[in-house]
């Protein structure tokens, strides 16, 4: 078997939309899929059973963050990702690229690499194509992503274009030094917010024939319209027998929007996050469960929902533990929110699989959004 195996089973007749089954050597994938993001090898406050229970197939890991610590030869040492977070579904790493990226004055961005200091203790390191490539491989995921530079939004045109062919060859150095067989490489399209780039490296990086593709730079501050507009450009440049994955993207319109264009895979830190936080998602929209107005609502936080906290806890008490800083109450709005966004794809999937995607986007979003859309 190849490292991954893609097929497409349907295409929607009223939208880009498909399904489609992702085999790693770690199992099957149903798409389109949403990967919940364990950044340290963790998705946090879940452990893999939860994950398991709420329907995760493939979670995403964090090169930059993992190679900080505790070092991707520890974690070769232990025996690759999967058995030291004892995960033993699929798992894809990205490439460090957009943590980099993030950093800001931190880094510096040259041909060879990107030279940049810890978040963590400000110490000096180094990180190229060949590099990220060494970590991911000492890592071992099934998907491994090529390293890019992420343009910032906004950013002018000469500066995007730049950037834009520095991904493509970096891409091509990626593809040099990625020699483990048993372990996917992605490209991943740049090109800001400009329709011509993001066109160019869609085919410059499908000239290098990857057997996946991310689509990189979207959702770093520009209007979610915008978002949409380059998708309907960059997709129809994207192999249609290969997985498009929209990277750093899942909000729940975002995610519906996304597979109404062509997109079949999504990862976000967006349910994790805002739960740490007290938001959890509902199909009326998110809800700050932390308020005082739920202090004495002793319903769940979606009465029809089958996660395990709705299906045992009352708004009120998610709401004490998170307000006495009890651990319980994050790892409860979590698995609220993974279920939440798990589930919703499963229904995407019956709602392409019926060819009534588009009657469901507008049922949902005007629900999402509490009015017409």
Same mark, same amino acid.
């Given at each position: 078997?190849?490292?991954?195996?893609?097929?497409?089973?349907?295409?929607?007749?009223?939208?880009?939309?498909?399904?489609?089954?992702?085999?790693?050597?770690?199992?099957?994938?149903?798409?389109?899929?949403?990967?919940?993001?364990?950044?340290?090898?963790?998705?946090?406050?879940?452990?893999?059973?939860?994950?398991?229970?709420?329907?995760?197939?493939?979670?995403?890991?964090?090169?930059?963050?993992?190679?900080?610590?505790?070092?991707?030869?520890?974690?070769?040492?232990?025996?690759?990702?999967?058995?030291?977070?004892?995960?033993?579904?699929?798992?894809?790493?990205?490439?460090?690229?957009?943590?980099?990226?993030?950093?800001?004055?931190?880094?510096?961005?040259?041909?060879?690499?990107?030279?940049?200091?810890?978040?963590?203790?400000?110490?000096?390191?180094?990180?190229?194509?060949?590099?990220?490539?060494?970590?991911?491989?000492?890592?071992?995921? #099934?998907?491994?992503?090529?390293?890019?530079?992420?343009?910032?939004?906004?950013?002018?045109?000469?500066?995007?274009?730049?950037?834009?062919?520095?991904?493509?060859?970096?891409?091509?150095?990626?593809?040099?030094?990625?020699?483990?067989?048993?372990?996917?490489?992605?490209?991943?399209?740049?090109?800001?917010?400009?329709?011509?780039?993001?066109?160019?490296?869609?085919?410059?990086?499908?000239?290098?024939?990857?057997?996946?593709?991310?689509?990189?730079?979207?959702?770093?501050?520009?209007?979610?319209?915008?978002?949409?507009?380059?998708?309907?450009?960059?997709?129809?440049?994207?192999?249609?027998?290969?997985?498009?994955?929209?990277?750093?993207?899942?909000?729940?319109?975002?995610?519906?929007?996304?597979?109404?264009?062509?997109?079949?895979?999504? #990862?976000?830190?967006?349910?994790?996050?805002?739960?740490?936080?007290?938001?959890?998602?509902?199909?009326?929209?998110?809800?700050?469960?932390?308020?005082?107005?739920?202090?004495?609502?002793?319903?769940?936080?979606?009465?029809?929902?089958?996660?395990?906290?709705?299906?045992?806890?009352?708004?009120?008490?998610?709401?004490?533990?998170?307000?006495?800083?009890?651990?319980?109450?994050?790892?409860?709005?979590?698995?609220?929110?993974?279920?939440?966004?798990?589930?919703?794809?499963?229904?995407?999937?019956?709602?392409?699989?019926?060819?009534?995607?588009?009657?469901?986007?507008?049922?949902?979003?005007?629900?999402?959004?509490?009015?017409?859309?």
């Amino acid at each position: 078997m190849r490292p991954v195996e893609f097929d497409v089973t349907y295409e929607s007749r009223n939208t880009w939309a498909r399904l489609g089954t992702l085999k790693t050597n770690h199992g099957v994938t149903q798409t389109p899929v949403f990967m919940p993001v364990g950044t340290q090898a963790t998705v946090k406050a879940t452990s893999p059973r939860e994950l398991v229970e709420v329907g995760a197939h493939i979670i995403l890991a964090n090169t930059y963050h993992l190679y900080l610590r505790p070092g991707h030869r520890l974690v070769e040492e232990s025996g690759g990702l999967h058995r030291f977070m004892a995960w033993n579904r699929s798992i894809l790493t990205d490439s460090g690229g957009f943590q980099v990226f993030s950093l800001g004055d931190l880094r510096k961005i040259t041909e060879e690499g990107v030279a940049f200091r810890s978040h963590l203790d400000g110490s000096k390191h180094f990180i190229s194509p060949e590099v990220s490539m060494e970590i991911q491989m000492a890592l071992g995921a #099934d998907i491994a992503m090529a390293f890019d530079e992420c343009a910032p939004y906004p950013a002018d045109y000469q500066y995007t274009k730049d950037s834009t062919l520095l991904t493509s060859r970096w891409a091509r150095r990626c593809q040099a030094a990625h020699t483990r067989e048993e372990q996917a490489l992605f490209g991943i399209v740049q090109g800001g917010m400009y329709a011509d780039l993001r066109k160019q490296s869609a085919d410059d990086l499908v000239s290098l024939d990857f057997p996946g593709y991310g689509i990189g730079g979207l959702s770093v501050g520009e209007p979610k319209e915008l978002m949409y507009e380059l998708l309907e450009v960059t997709v129809p440049h994207l192999p249609k027998e290969k997985p498009r994955y929209l990277m750093g993207v899942g909000s729940p319109d975002c995610l519906i929007e996304g597979v109404s264009r062509g997109i079949d895979m999504f #990862d976000c830190v967006l349910p994790t996050r805002i739960a740490r936080h007290g938001t959890v998602f509902t199909r009326n929209g998110t809800m700050t469960i932390r308020n005082a107005a739920y202090s004495r609502d002793f319903i769940p936080i979606e009465p029809e929902c089958e996660c395990y906290t709705c299906q045992h806890f009352s708004r009120a008490y998610i709401r004490h533990l998170l307000n006495t800083g009890e651990i319980l109450g994050v790892r409860l709005t979590t698995i609220h929110n993974l279920h939440f966004l798990l589930r919703l794809m499963e229904e995407i999937r019956e709602h392409i699989a019926g060819d009534t995607l588009p009657e469901f986007r507008t049922t949902f979003l005007g629900q999402y959004y509490g009015g017409e859309i």
